[in-house]
């Protein structure tokens, strides 16, 4: 079993950076691909970022490639993702996940089946 808690959210200006992180309980951090999703108003959730558990593979979205980047301390049980150069169509509801790791390639885990464990979420709106 795995709890996820965001934190970082807040108003930031366009062009402005934001932190979140999602801190892990349990033991087991370590072994799980991470992710994170964002859901704005009215949308669907949609995928963001996803690391391995080891750290070294990542994988993004289009929308936010060259812009975030997510990391992870497993001495820590803490996942980031630094948010630069943020747009206003950044704005929503920013979701952690700890998901079963693959090894078919990280770009299968953009699929929310992936993901056995979510955090409640953190928002971030970004002001024009």
């Known amino acids: 079993q795995v709890q996820l808690v965001e934190s970082g959210g807040g108003l930031v200006q366009a062009g402005g950076s934001l932190r979140l992180s999602c801190a892990a309980s349990?033991?087991?951090?370590?072994?799980?691909?991470m992710g994170w999703f964002r859901q704005a108003p009215g949308k669907e959730r949609e995928f963001v970022a996803t690391?391995?558990?080891?750290?070294?593979?990542?994988y993004y979205a289009d929308s936010v490639k060259g812009r975030f980047t997510i990391s992870r301390d497993n001495a820590k049980n803490t996942v980031y993702l630094q948010m630069n150069s943020l747009k206003p169509e950044d704005t929503a509801a920013y979701y952690c996940?700890?998901?079963?790791?693959?090894?078919?390639?990280?770009?299968?885990?953009?699929?929310?089946?992936?993901?056995?464990?979510w955090g409640q979420g953190t928002q971030v709106t970004v002001s024009s």
């Open positions: 996940a700890a998901g079963r790791p693959t090894t078919q390639g990280m770009g299968v885990m953009r699929s929310e089946s992936r993901y056995d464990y």
């Open positions: 349990g033991r087991s951090f370590s072994t799980y691909a």
């Open positions: 690391i391995s558990w080891t750290g070294i593979s990542t």
